[in-house]
């Protein structure tokens, strides 16, 4: 099992920053390729960002991509999302997940944290 807990989430005006972190427990961090994904009110769970087990290789959703950026550091078991200039669009409950396994672009998730919310004003 790995758990994972998320903070950093908050209210900010558009064209803000907010880094999220996620804290994981358990099993080797470091054995799990990881990202995040996002809920809106009403809408489905959608994918943001995911990074390989090395490091090496990240994969963004285009709505994100050149303004997010996802880090992992393994000695602290910790991955982040970097969100700059924020728009109201990005408003959603923000999921820290972890898996073994992407196929073609996709993360496919094991372990799922509780969110954070992440609200951006106009």
């Known amino acids: 099992q790995v758990q994972l807990v998320e903070s950093g989430g908050g209210l900010v005006q558009a064209g803000a920053s907010l880094r999220l972190s996620c804290v994981a427990s358990?099993?080797?961090?470091?054995?799990?390729?990881v990202g995040w994904f996002r809920q809106a009110p009403g809408k489905e769970r959608e994918f943001v960002a995911h990074?390989?087990?090395?490091?090496?290789?990240?994969y963004y959703a285009n709505s994100v991509k050149g303004r997010f950026t996802i880090s992992r550091d393994n000695a602290k078991s910790t991955v982040y999302l970097q969100m700059n200039s924020l728009k109201p669009e990005d408003t959603a409950n923000y999921y820290c997940?972890?898996?073994?396994?992407?196929?073609?672009?996709?993360?496919?998730?094991?372990?799922w944290g509780q969110g954070t919310p992440v609200t951006v004003s106009s």
């Open positions: 990074m390989t087990v090395s490091g090496d290789t990240t």
């Open positions: 997940a972890a898996g073994q396994y992407i196929i073609g672009p996709a993360l496919i998730p094991v372990y």
């Open positions: 358990g099993r080797t961090f470091s054995a799990y390729h």
